[in-house]
C-alpha cells in the first residue's frame, strides 16, 4: 500500500461514523408495538432489523429477524390446549382452533418481550463523531449494527456492516492487497461437511428451528446426492412467510408446515 492509499485509510478509519450515513432514512418501530406491527414494518422495507425507540424518541434496542425467529420456535412449541382439553406442542399435531392461539399469542407480545431473544445481537448506541475504527472493533465481536444518536440521544441514524461493505466496495484501495485475493485464499466460507444445510422437502418450521438451535443466519437448501446447493433459508424469509397464508396484515403459522421449497 503505497503512501498515499496508507493516508487516505487512516482518514477513513478515523472519519466519525455519521459522515458515512448523512442521506440516511431510518427505519424505527415504537417500544409500545406489537411484534406483529414490527413484522409488517420490517417487511415493507425489506429489513431484517431496526431500531426501538422509547416515547422521548431514544433508541433502547434492535428488533432482529433472529430474534423473531428465536420466538418462533418457542412459540411452536409451547402447549396449546383446544376446546376439548386436549394439548399440542407441536405445530404438526396442532388442530385448527389451536394453530389460530399461537397465532394470536404470538403476535400480540410487545417487541421489547423479545429483544436479544436470541442472544446474537447486543444493543449499542453511540454518538455520531465517534471514529469508525472503534464501530469497527465492535462488529469484530460478531455485531452487526449499532444505533446513532444526538446530544439530545435521540436516534439520528443506524450504522451496520453493510455500511462498511459498501464503503469499501465505492473505495477498493482501502483493502490494499487483499482486493486482488479471492475468497479461498482469504479462507472465507466453509467446507461442505461443516455447512449447516436441510433438504429439499424439510418443512418449514424444522428449518427455522435448525437455524435457531445452530445460532446462523442462513442454511443451505441441499440435494444429498448430488450435494448441489439449490437454494438458500436465512432468517429473513421468515417477514414474507408470516403473512404468505392470507396475503393480508394478519401473522400466521399455517405456512410453517410447508416444505421449504413450496414457499
Not at 31 to 57: C, F, M, N
Not at 200 to 208: E, K, L, R, S, W
Request: one cysteine or more.
Amino acid at each position: 500500500m503505497s503512501v498515499d492509499d496508507q493516508s487516505a485509510l487512516k482518514t477513513f478509519l478515523n472519519t466519525g461514523i455519521d459522515q458515512f450515513v448523512k442521506h440516511q432514512e431510518v427505519v424505527f418501530c415504537h417500544s409500545d408495538w406489537h411484534i406483529e406491527r414490527a413484522l409488517l414494518e420490517l417487511e415493507k422495507h425489506k429489513l431484517t432489523s431496526a431500531p426501538v425507540l422509547d416515547q422521548k424518541g431514544k433508541p433502547v434496542a434492535f428488533i432482529d429477524v433472529l430474534d423473531l425467529v428465536a420466538s418462533l420456535v418457542q412459540f411452536s412449541k409451547a402447549p396449546v390446549p383446544n376446546k376439548n382439553g386436549d394439548v399440542s406442542t407441536s405445530l404438526e399435531t396442532d388442530d385448527f382452533s389451536m394453530l389460530m392461539l399461537r397465532n394470536c399469542r404470538f403476535h400480540v407480545q410487545n417487541v421489547l418481550e423479545i429483544i436479544d431473544l436470541s442472544k446474537r445481537n447486543p444493543f449499542f448506541a453511540f454518538p455520531g463523531n465517534t471514529k469508525l475504527i472503534d464501530i469497527l472493533k465492535i462488529f469484530s465481536t460478531g455485531v452487526h449494527r449499532v444505533a446513532i444518536h444526538g446530544s439530545d440521544e435521540k436516534l439520528s441514524h443506524v450504522f451496520t456492516q453493510s455500511t462498511v461493505i459498501q464503503l469499501l466496495h465505492k473505495n477498493p484501495v482501502l483493502l490494499g492487497s487483499c482486493k486482488d485475493k479471492t475468497a479461498s485464499e482469504l479462507k472465507m466460507g466453509e467446507s461442505y461437511d461443516r455447512i449447516v444445510r436441510v433438504s429439499p422437502t424439510t418443512v418449514a418450521i424444522d428449518a427455522f428451528q435448525l437455524l435457531h438451535e445452530k445460532s446462523v443466519s442462513a442454511l443451505a437448501v441441499v440435494n444429498e446426492t448430488s450435494k448441489v446447493i439449490l437454494d438458500q433459508v436465512s432468517a429473513s424469509d421468515l417477514r414474507e412467510m408470516s403473512f404468505y397464508v392470507t396475503g393480508d396484515s394478519k401473522f400466521n403459522f399455517k405456512p410453517f408446515l410447508l416444505p421449504i421449497t413450496c414457499l
